[in-house]
């Protein structure tokens, strides 16, 4: 599973830990994640993300 970056802020969203913080378990992969999920760091949205 790729990795995506937040173009806003540099988070790296790793599938394999996911987002515990959003209740996004590890495994998920980014295609996968809800379509309002936002970034935990700066909350960009989903379109704000760019495979690593």
Known sequence: MK???CGVCGYIYDP???DPDGN???GTA???LPDDWVCPVCGASKD???PE
């Open 24 to 26: 996004v378990a590890p």
């Open 16 to 18: 394999t830990a996911g």
């Open 48 to 50: 704000q993300f760019e």
């Open 3 to 5: 990795k995506y970056v």
């Open 30 to 32: 980014f295609e996968d």
